[in-house]
Structures are given as structure tokens and as C-alpha cells.
């Protein structure tokens, strides 16, 4: 006997609607035949029968919406006593109203688990906009990329809208993070072309002397940040977005002081960002030690550096030094580097990593840092690393504005506490970005700014965490969405996982680099697509198919059965979904 559910299809089901049966009570039913169809949000789709059996009871007509889980039906041998299970679905299914059930929304997802204690009101807010007495509908404070977009965004709506930014517009992002890192990555790789061209058949180069000169990547640099600040510059004056230079100071809900200014607002959207992560107070004992901030203005880079820090930023600027002919050293807290990153993928780029010459410890705790040595904790041991040059790249840590407690703004482990539409605990006021805590990722921040804003307009919508996607930038590239292969288990219990090796990518062999691996996890029943994970070539590009595909609730299936173009690497995606299904070609 088998009690049917309303099946969860994806991260953002809450319900579904019962579009049809295909089998009336008494009819038998055959594992793998369609029982009945389903519409969420996104899509409608068939699910199968699980087991062999009669169709002995409907619980649910056609046309009504369930909460996910809920039972629906239930299914039995002929002469199996089925009257128990069926009183207790029946009293399981009349103890939950209609109206208990969440409404289906695009993109739902479910708010930080501690916003209700925080007192984020759940309802909606008559928040003034329009209201004369306001010189503004929303003043953003931060021009960060979910600053300037929500910023943008807002204008378009029609909204009078202020933003302030003490120093350049752009953010973090922008000016010390994503796009000089990139660019500085990007002069790495025509380095390496130099290195390798004789292995593509070029002749006449000396590999041997080639060199970054670090005043022309720096001017490089520069050039590419000043006009994408530029840029954002202009797209705030064409939107006519009233500009502050200056540290804004929140006063209240409806007050932000800018140059000793008072300026009044229906709304805030705080957009202050992060910052760079220190040690423990006492370990360094040196006024020498670098930032990812002044590593990334460098125009004479060290012969040798021990980099404190095994996440992303440590692991991009030990690939770009290491590169560049740096010897690097990372020592890392955890047992792994990458630890957001599924751990076989990880595993992987250590094992590149170390190869390509970098040493790294793991499960090792930095206990001081003077001017010639670092010292660090492992296995009881102390163990001491002679250099000059230190990195700390520990991560970054959310910039919440000083006078945010005190107007009763919830704060929790050192960020802004929100919902899924990006209030906090007083009223008219929203906090998107790096400050709550959520995903430290200039995509997402831009993602919030615009949900914030769109509901500030009264246009609703929420902000879904279940599809974000992440990326690394060394060679081959990290991207990943979604689950990883252990918290999938976690959560799901039964998953299928599906690899497909690049060594056997044509593209890839192409292009001189066979390495890594595509891998998605689904779960084991509906075929749901849980994680997608690539290291390889484009990855960072490529990764946005996944996205795609999670956010539309697609399945495994679906993405194997979408044709790939040949010669490319982005085949190895169809190729793992095959995998998942038992189906692939060329593994």
C-alpha cells in the first residue's frame, strides 16, 4: 500500500495544482505509468505510478491546490485493508484550510528562519510612497551592484529616488573585487598563451622571458574599472537618480543625514556591502601584511607569500601569483580548501593546485604572524613558515551601519536580518547585499535590489536563495548551483549523481586543457535537479544553463534531452545528465 503525495518538483514548490487524473478509483495501475498530472508555478507535468496496485481512493478532485507533501491519494492491493490509511489522509488533509496553504508565487523561497522572531512584519506596508512630504520614494545608501541596481531599477518604476555612496559607485565589486581580480586574471592568461604557444604550433616566441609587467597590468586595470564605473555613472544620470557623495547616516525609517543634510524618505535601502576580514586580535604582530585590496593596486609583486585563507579569494589570488612566478604557500582553518564547494570538486582543484606547484595546509590554525614567519597549529604541532609577504584573505565580513541597533533594526551574527522580500524589522526600511548576510555575491546582491525596490513600487515578488549561482575564476573554472553532493544526501536522502570526465571533451581536448569534470545531483524519484557542479573549461559561463534550468523547474531528463552543439564543452552537461540517467554515450 502506497499513500500518494503531492510531489515537491523543485526548491520553490510550496503547492500544486491537480490538473487531471488519469485513473479513476478501482483502476488498476502499473509502476511507471502517468497517474496523474500537476501545474506548479513554472510548469505542468505527469507523475508516475511507484508501485503496482489499485487506485483505491481520490482524495483530491481535479482543479484543487495542495501544499507539497499532502496526501492525495492512496493506492493498494485489491483485498488490502486500506480503510486505516485512508481515515487518517482524509483527517490530515481536513485539519489544513485552504487558506493555510502558502500562495504560489514565482520564485518563492523561505525567509532567514530567525526574521519572524525579528519582528519582520509579514504583511503589507503602507509605506508612503508618492507622499510629497518625502523628498524621496526610496534613498538607497550604498552604490554597490545591488546599490546602484535597485537604484536604477527604481527610477524605472517611476519612483523618486536618491542614492548616496562615499566613495566611488561601483562598490566593492566593481573598484577592489570581481572586476580587477578578473582583469588581473585575464592578463595571466595571455601570459600562459605565450607559455604554451609552442605546443599549438607557434614558433619565434621566447617563453622563457615572458613576464607580467605589473605597472602595464596595473594601468590595465584601471583603465577597464574607470570606464565600467563610467558607465554605471551614467546609466544613474540617464535614469535621473539623485546622486549623494558622502557618508549617509540613517536617522530614522524616514530620515537619512548626508554632508549634514537631512534628507526625508518613504523608504531605505541599505546597500553598505562588506569588508575585509581580520584575525584573532594578537595574531598579527606585522605592519606588512597585505589585503586583497593593496594586493590588487600591486605594481611589484613579492617573490614568496603564505596566504591565510583556503576560501575563493585566497585560492584566485594563490592561482594568479603562483602564475605570475610567486612562490605561494596557503594555509587553511578547515580540513579543506573551498569549503562551500562540493567536496570532490574541491579535491580536484587541490590536487591541480598542488601541482601546479602551490603548497597547502589544511586543518591548520594561524597563531601569529610577525615580519619574517608565519606560525600555525596542526595535529598538536607548530609549525613555522619563514617569508616576508602574508596575505590575509579570510573573507569579508557585512558592513551594518552603527546607528542600525540602535533605530531597533534587528542585527544577528553581525548581519541585517531580512525576508524573502528584503524588509527588516522596521517598517519601510530594506537591507540587500553583502549587510544581511546572505550569499556574499555581487549577482545576488543585484537580484535583491531589484526584488526590494519592485516591492516597494508594489509590484510584490520575493527573492529566490535556491538558485545562485557561484564561480571561481582559475583555470579550469568552479561554478556551481545549487546543492552539493553531501548536503543533497542530507536533505534528500536518496540522490543519483552523473559525471562526465573532460578528458573525453572534444572542445576541451581542442583547447589544450582535459582536465576536471561536470557533476549534477538529482533526486532519485522525480528526477529533480538538485546541484549542478562544473570544473573546466567556460565553466563560469556555462553555469547560467544550470541556473536556468533549476529556476524553471526543469528535469534531469529534460536538460539530456536538450540537443548541445558539437564541437563544445558545454556538452559535458547533457553528457552528466545522461549520466544521471544510465544513459550516457560517451563515459
Given at each position: 500500500?502506497?499513500?500518494?503525495?503531492?510531489?515537491?518538483?523543485?526548491?520553490?514548490?510550496?503547492?500544486?495544482?491537480?490538473?487531471?487524473?488519469?485513473?479513476?478509483?478501482?483502476?488498476?495501475?502499473?509502476?511507471?505509468?502517468?497517474?496523474?498530472?500537476?501545474?506548479?508555478?513554472?510548469?505542468?507535468?505527469?507523475?508516475?505510478?511507484?508501485?503496482?496496485?489499485?487506485?483505491?481512493?481520490?482524495?483530491?478532485?481535479?482543479?484543487?491546490?495542495?501544499?507539497?507533501?499532502?496526501?492525495?491519494?492512496?493506492?493498494?492491493?485489491?483485498?488490502?485493508?486500506?480503510?486505516?490509511?485512508?481515515?487518517?489522509?482524509?483527517?490530515?488533509?481536513?485539519?489544513?484550510?485552504?487558506?493555510?496553504?502558502?500562495?504560489?508565487?514565482?520564485?518563492?523561497?523561505?525567509?532567514?528562519?530567525?526574521?519572524?522572531?525579528?519582528?519582520?512584519?509579514?504583511?503589507?506596508?503602507?509605506?508612503?510612497?508618492?507622499?510629497?512630504?518625502?523628498?524621496?520614494?526610496?534613498?538607497?545608501?550604498?552604490?554597490?551592484?545591488?546599490?546602484?541596481?535597485?537604484?536604477?531599477?527604481?527610477?524605472?518604476?517611476?519612483?523618486?529616488?536618491?542614492?548616496?555612496?562615499?566613495?566611488?559607485?561601483?562598490?566593492?565589486?566593481?573598484?577592489?573585487?570581481?572586476?580587477?581580480?578578473?582583469?588581473?586574471?585575464?592578463?595571466?592568461?595571455?601570459?600562459?598563451?605565450?607559455?604554451?604557444a609552442a605546443e599549438f604550433g607557434v614558433a619565434g616566441l621566447d617563453a622563457k622571458k615572458a613576464a607580467l609587467d605589473m605597472k602595464k597590468v596595473q594601468a590595465r586595470k584601471k583603465a577597464v574599472v574607470d570606464g565600467l564605473v563610467g558607465g554605471v555613472e551614467g546609466l544613474l544620470k540617464k535614469n535621473k537618480v539623485t546622486v549623494f557623495k558622502g557618508e549617509a547616516v540613517l536617522k530614522d525609517g524616514h530620515?537619512?543625514?548626508?554632508?549634514?543634510?537631512?534628507?526625508?524618505?518613504?523608504?531605505?535601502?541599505?546597500?553598505?556591502?562588506?569588508?575585509?576580514?581580520?584575525?584573532?586580535?594578537?595574531?598579527?604582530?606585522?605592519?606588512?601584511?597585505?589585503?586583497?585590496?593593496?594586493?590588487?593596486?600591486?605594481?611589484?609583486?613579492?617573490?614568496?607569500?603564505?596566504?591565510?585563507?583556503?576560501?575563493?579569494?585566497?585560492?584566485?589570488?594563490?592561482?594568479?601569483?603562483?602564475?605570475?612566478?610567486?612562490?605561494?604557500?596557503?594555509?587553511?582553518?578547515?580540513?579543506?580548501?573551498?569549503?562551500?564547494?562540493?567536496?570532490?570538486?574541491?579535491?580536484?582543484?587541490?590536487?591541480?593546485?598542488?601541482?601546479?606547484?602551490?603548497?597547502?595546509?589544511?586543518?591548520?590554525?594561524?597563531?601569529?604572524?610577525?615580519?619574517?614567519?608565519?606560525?600555525?597549529?596542526?595535529?598538536?604541532?607548530?609549525?613555522?613558515?619563514?617569508?616576508?609577504?602574508?596575505?590575509?584573505?579570510?573573507?569579508?565580513?557585512?558592513?551594518?551601519?552603527?546607528?542600525?541597533?540602535?533605530?531597533?533594526?534587528?542585527?544577528?551574527?553581525?548581519?541585517?536580518?531580512?525576508?524573502e522580500r528584503l524588509r527588516t524589522s522596521v517598517p519601510g526600511v530594506y537591507a540587500i547585499g553583502d549587510c544581511n548576510g546572505k550569499t556574499m555575491l555581487a549577482h545576488k546582491a543585484s537580484a535583491e535590489g531589484i526584488v526590494a525596490v519592485e516591492n516597494i513600487a508594489g509590484q510584490g515578488g520575493v527573492m529566490d536563495y535556491a538558485a545562485i549561482p557561484s564561480a571561481i575564476y582559475i583555470r579550469p573554472e568552479?561554478a556551481s548551483v545549487g546543492l552539493s553532493e553531501e548536503d543533497a544526501k542530507a536533505r534528500y536522502g536518496a540522490v543519483k549523481v552523473g559525471k562526465f570526465l573532460m578528458l573525453a571533451n572534444g572542445k576541451s581536448k581542442v583547447e589544450g586543457d582535459g582536465r576536471g569534470v561536470v557533476k549534477i545531483v538529482a533526486d532519485a524519484q522525480y528526477g529533480e535537479i538538485l546541484g549542478v557542479h562544473l570544473y573546466c573549461?567556460?565553466?563560469?559561463?556555462?553555469?547560467?544553463?544550470?541556473?536556468?534550468?533549476?529556476?524553471?523547474?526543469?528535469?534531469?531528463?529534460?536538460?539530456?534531452?536538450?540537443?548541445?552543439?558539437?564541437?563544445?564543452?558545454?556538452?559535458?552537461?547533457?553528457?552528466?545528465?545522461?549520466?544521471?540517467?544510465?544513459?550516457?554515450?560517451?563515459?
Amino acid at each position: 500500500m502506497e499513500i500518494v503525495v503531492m510531489p515537491k518538483l523543485g526548491f520553490n514548490m510550496d503547492e500544486g495544482k491537480l490538473v487531471a487524473w488519469y485513473k479513476a478509483e478501482g483502476d488498476p495501475v502499473k509502476k511507471g505509468e502517468p497517474l496523474f498530472s500537476i501545474e506548479t508555478d513554472k510548469t505542468a507535468i505527469d507523475v508516475e505510478a511507484t508501485q503496482d496496485g489499485v487506485v483505491r481512493k481520490l482524495l483530491i478532485g481535479e482543479g484543487d491546490v495542495v501544499a507539497v507533501t499532502l496526501p492525495i491519494a492512496v493506492v493498494g492491493g485489491a483485498e488490502e485493508d486500506v480503510a486505516g490509511a485512508i481515515a487518517e489522509a482524509e483527517a490530515k488533509l481536513a485539519s489544513l484550510k485552504q487558506s493555510d496553504f502558502p500562495a504560489a508565487s514565482p520564485g518563492i523561497a523561505t525567509a532567514l528562519p530567525n526574521a519572524n522572531a525579528a519582528g519582520i512584519p509579514q504583511q503589507g506596508l503602507d509605506l508612503g510612497v508618492g507622499n510629497p512630504d518625502y523628498e524621496f520614494d526610496v534613498f538607497v545608501v550604498g552604490g554597490g551592484p545591488g546599490g546602484y541596481v535597485a537604484a536604477i531599477r527604481g527610477a524605472q518604476l517611476g519612483l523618486r529616488v536618491a542614492l548616496a555612496e562615499k566613495d566611488r559607485v561601483g562598490g566593492v565589486c566593481l573598484n577592489r573585487g570581481c572586476i580587477p581580480t578578473k582583469t588581473l586574471l585575464r592578463s595571466l592568461e595571455a601570459l600562459d598563451a605565450v607559455k604554451d604557444a609552442a605546443e599549438f604550433g607557434v614558433a619565434g616566441l621566447d617563453a622563457k622571458k615572458a613576464a607580467l609587467d605589473m605597472k602595464k597590468v596595473q594601468a590595465r586595470k584601471k583603465a577597464v574599472v574607470d570606464g565600467l564605473v563610467g558607465g554605471v555613472e551614467g546609466l544613474l544620470k540617464k535614469n535621473k537618480v539623485t546622486v549623494f557623495k558622502g557618508e549617509a547616516v540613517l536617522k530614522d525609517g524616514h530620515t537619512v543625514a548626508v554632508g549634514g543634510q537631512d534628507y526625508q524618505t518613504a523608504t531605505v535601502v541599505l546597500a553598505t556591502g562588506s569588508e575585509v576580514k581580520g584575525l584573532p586580535d594578537g595574531v598579527i604582530q606585522s605592519k606588512k601584511v597585505w589585503t586583497s585590496d593593496t594586493l590588487l593596486s600591486a605594481e611589484k609583486l613579492p617573490k614568496e607569500i603564505v596566504i591565510i585563507g583556503g576560501g575563493v579569494i585566497g585560492v584566485e589570488f594563490a592561482y594568479f601569483l603562483n602564475g605570475a612566478g610567486v612562490k605561494v604557500t596557503v594555509v587553511e582553518f578547515l580540513d579543506r580548501i573551498l569549503p562551500p564547494v562540493d567536496a570532490e570538486i574541491a579535491k580536484r582543484v587541490r590536487r591541480d593546485l598542488e601541482k601546479a606547484g602551490i603548497a597547502i595546509h589544511t586543518d591548520a590554525k594561524v597563531t601569529k604572524v610577525t615580519d619574517a614567519a608565519v606560525e600555525f597549529e596542526k595535529g598538536g604541532k607548530t609549525e613555522v613558515l619563514k617569508t616576508k609577504d602574508v596575505l590575509v584573505a579570510v573573507g569579508r565580513a557585512p558592513v551594518v551601519p552603527p546607528e542600525a541597533e540602535a533605530l531597533g533594526i534587528a542585527v544577528e551574527r553581525g548581519a541585517i536580518v531580512t525576508d524573502e522580500r528584503l524588509r527588516t524589522s522596521v517598517p519601510g526600511v530594506y537591507a540587500i547585499g553583502d549587510c544581511n548576510g546572505k550569499t556574499m555575491l555581487a549577482h545576488k546582491a543585484s537580484a535583491e535590489g531589484i526584488v526590494a525596490v519592485e516591492n516597494i513600487a508594489g509590484q510584490g515578488g520575493v527573492m529566490d536563495y535556491a538558485a545562485i549561482p557561484s564561480a571561481i575564476y582559475i583555470r579550469p573554472e568552479v561554478a556551481s548551483v545549487g546543492l552539493s553532493e553531501e548536503d543533497a544526501k542530507a536533505r534528500y536522502g536518496a540522490v543519483k549523481v552523473g559525471k562526465f570526465l573532460m578528458l573525453a571533451n572534444g572542445k576541451s581536448k581542442v583547447e589544450g586543457d582535459g582536465r576536471g569534470v561536470v557533476k549534477i545531483v538529482a533526486d532519485a524519484q522525480y528526477g529533480e535537479i538538485l546541484g549542478v557542479h562544473l570544473y573546466c573549461l567556460h565553466a563560469t559561463d556555462m553555469i547560467a544553463e544550470a541556473v536556468t534550468a533549476m529556476r524553471a523547474e526543469a528535469t534531469v531528463e529534460e536538460l539530456a534531452r536538450a540537443i548541445h552543439p558539437h564541437p563544445t564543452v558545454s556538452e559535458a552537461v547533457m553528457e552528466a545528465a545522461d549520466a544521471v540517467l544510465g544513459s550516457a554515450i560517451h563515459c
